[in-house]
């Protein structure tokens, strides 16, 4: 099981409620894989630093995770597939970015 972190924006013109539906059919597709969900972070509605199909702004997620590699070939094939996915990027965390990852979640909970 190798350790992911996965960034994806969605369309801004989708409801709450279509967000909300979107990321739990991503998050329901990885944990049906045997993925292990570590941590998930709504970034909320950004302004994108251009234009993404003339759109100014999305709804940014975070997944991170544990799963076998031979899964993410086939979850990203489903981002491709969603008109609602704008841009994603998933990214295999070594050991240091691992680390700094918790460091991140840490400080998100003291903050709080």
Do not use: C
């Not at 996965?6 to 993925?35: C, H, M, R």
């Not at 570590?38 to 993404?52: R, S």
């Not at 999305?58 to 841009?87: C, N, Q, T, W």
Request: aromatic share 12%.
């Amino acid at each position: 099981m190798n350790h992911y972190e996965t960034v994806f924006i969605l369309n801004p013109v989708l409801s709450d409620v279509q967000v909300k539906e979107t990321v739990q059919k991503f998050e329901d597709y990885l944990v049906s894989k045997g993925a292990e969900m570590l941590h998930k972070e709504d970034w909320g509605l950004k302004k994108l630093a251009y234009t993404i199909q003339k759109k100014k702004s999305g709804f940014y997620h975070l997944f991170e995770y544990k799963v076998a590699g031979e899964v993410i070939a086939p979850f990203e094939l489903e981002f491709r597939r969603d008109d609602s996915v704008m841009r994603y990027l998933t990214v295999k965390l070594d050991k240091h970015a691992a680390a700094w990852a918790e460091k991140r979640k840490s400080n998100l909970k003291s903050a709080k």
